[in-house]
């Protein structure tokens, strides 16, 4: 049975920081017992398969890199009606899919969360390699404060 309340780290952990969404992800599943009413999740690079995550939740909480011309590091915290996606797609994966478009898809099906909540993370390289720089490093723990404020208890 799926809470009301989903959590998703979304990016590619071998595309340094790129993988920040499953990065935080996993530091806030340690506090799961602090939130007995959210599921969390490391969707990765799940595309499409987020429809099927979403569907018929109340909340969603998305965690991922999102390139917004600020330093390295640096959390902003958006609605989906906030932004507007410039996302260029390569093509090269059945994976690849923009976020936004997700979630004008749900909208179009009668599944969309009431609430989404996008927490996006200033990368400083996504290039290949497993390990987050270290500007978002030092801020894991401040990420994960920030959007534990976003869940209910």
């Known amino acids: 049975m799926k809470n009301d309340v989903l959590v998703l780290g979304l990016g590619n952990p071998l595309m340094s920081d790129d993988g920040i969404g499953g990065f935080v ?3 806030l599943s340690a506090l799961a017992e602090e939130f007995p ?25 998305l965690i991922d890199c999102a390139i917004m011309g600020t330093e390295p590091g640096t ?14 797609l390569a093509h090269f994966s059945m994976h690849e899919m923009d976020m936004l478009k997700v979630i004008e898809i749900s909208r179009s099906l009668g599944e969309c969360p009431e609430e989404i909540i996008f927490f996006g ?7 290949q390699g497993n390990e987050i ?21």
Do not use: C, W
């Open 25 to 27: 992800l996993e530091r």
């Open 133 to 153: 720089s270290n500007p978002l490093k030092a801020n894991i723990d401040y990420y994960t404060e920030i959007i534990a404020e976003e869940l209910p208890g």
């Open 37 to 61: 009413s959210v599921d969390f999740l490391d969707a990765g690079t799940a595309g499409m398969a987020v429809l099927h995550h979403i569907a018929g939740r109340k909340k969603v909480v």
């Open 75 to 88: 959390i902003k915290r958006f609605t989906p009606d906030q932004v507007d996606s410039v996302k260029q």
């Open 121 to 127: 993370i200033e990368p400083e390289s996504t290039a």
